[in-house]
Each structure stands twice: as C-alpha cells, then as structure tokens.
C-alpha cells in the first residue's frame, strides 16, 4: 500500500507534467472503485480547466484547477498514475484517463480498486481543511506537530505510542513500518503508554519521523524515473530498514535479538533493550 512517502514522490512526479496544463477530455472505463468515480461532476467542472497545482495532504494527492475545483485522489493498495501518448493502448486496469492539451494523457491504474477519487467544489474545496480532511491530523513536516501539541494529546492517557503515532487524527499519514523505523530510531518501545514520554522524547520522536520519511522520499525519488511512458507497481521503496521485518535477528545499535508483537492488530519490531 503507498504510504505518505510513495504518495509524495509520485506527486512531485506527476506535478511538472500537469501545471500549467488544461484538460481537454476525460474518460472512463465505467467500473467502480472503491466509490463510484465521479465522472460527471469530472467533466462538469475540469474539463477546458487549467491545473494551477499539485499537492499532498496525507496520503491523498489534490489537483487544484484554476476554477478552484479539487480533484482528490487517494490510490488504496495498488493505484497508480502515469503519462502516456494517447495512442498507446489502455492497460488492463486503467480507470481513468485525464487527456491533457499536450497530448499526454494522465492515466490511472488500479488493479485492485480500492483507490477513490472524490471532486471538490465550491464551499468544499475552499474550506478542504474542515470538510474533507476534518478528522485529519497535522502534516509530520508541519511546525503544528510539535512537542506541545503531543503533550496535550497525551495527558492521561495510556495508549502505545505505536498505535497514538498510526492515528490519523493525531498525525497524519505515519503508517506501520514507519512508526516502527521511527520508535527504533528514537529508542523508545512501541508499548510505550503516550502519557509517560517527555517534552524532550517526544521533540527526538519528531525529529526521527522526518528522518524516516525524508529518507524514503529520497530513496524513491531516485529508484522513480519521469513518471512517462512508464507502468509502475507502487509499492513500498527498498529502503534499507533498521528494524521492520527483522525479528529474530540481532539489532543493529545492540546487538540484542529484534522481537515482534502484535501493537493494535498491527506487526510491531523492536529490540527490547534499547527501545524503553
Ligand atoms: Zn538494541
């Protein structure tokens, strides 16, 4: 499943491709993802439209037009988006194509469909903040996610800080295996209850998340070419992991053996002597 830093580098892929651009026509192949695709409201409100910008927020991917419509695009498991002549025969699970005036059609492809596209306008898309993201959290790279605001939301509370970090109300878009390269990176246990960890802990954790997740936005900017002519399985980049997936082995600050266990239905990896 694309996580935040895929989703990242697959919008500073497609958005050199699409600003400045209109949209000329858009087509579809009539099957349902994990919502009906809003093919009317589409080309009611984009099509002859100017994208005036590409951004991420969580895991979506928005493109603004210069009306001020919002097409919003999550990419569920295995969603995908790339440019190809529209000559070039539709694959098997392209969904939609966005033909745009320089020829190139923005092509999305979902073998398992449980992507969605969602249209914004109007009170919607300008106010996106308290419609459609108003249960999410703060961006991890945002100064609104700071030591302060996670003491307040952890006052009192027992929960793991494992599964307080993969809450998108709390942050947004931190998902399993970063939140267990993360904790390892800051030594704190993923059992850890949220309420006893310090200012000063919780400003290390901040910092080893944006670590984390710029890593692996580097990584994948440079293992991803141009985003043209080219089909992609999105996926997560091999990046090197410290801890995710190495139960058993021994860990790489301690050498004592890495463990798993099961944190909120979810894999957890940690070495049980560095991580407190
Ligand atoms: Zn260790």
Known sequence: MPE???VEVICRGIRPHLLGRSIEKISHNGKMLRLPVPVDAMRLHLVGREIVEVKRRAKYLQIIADNGTILIIHLGM?????FFGPDTPPARHDHVHLLLDNDLELRYNDTRRFGSLHILTGHEAEDIETTFFSTTGP???STAFSPEYLVNLARGRVMPVKSFLMTNQIVAGVGNIYANESLFQAAISPQRPISTISRTSWQHLITCIRQILSQAIECGGSTISDFVNVSKE????????????????????CIAEINKSQIGGRASYYCPKCQK
């Open 4 to 6: 935040l830093p895929e």
């Open 78 to 82: 295995t969603g995908n988006l790339s």
């Open 234 to 253: 999105s996926g997560y980049f091999q990046m090197n992991f410290q801890v995710y997936g190495r139960k058993g082995q021994p860990c790489k600050r």
């Open 139 to 141: 961006e991890p790279f």
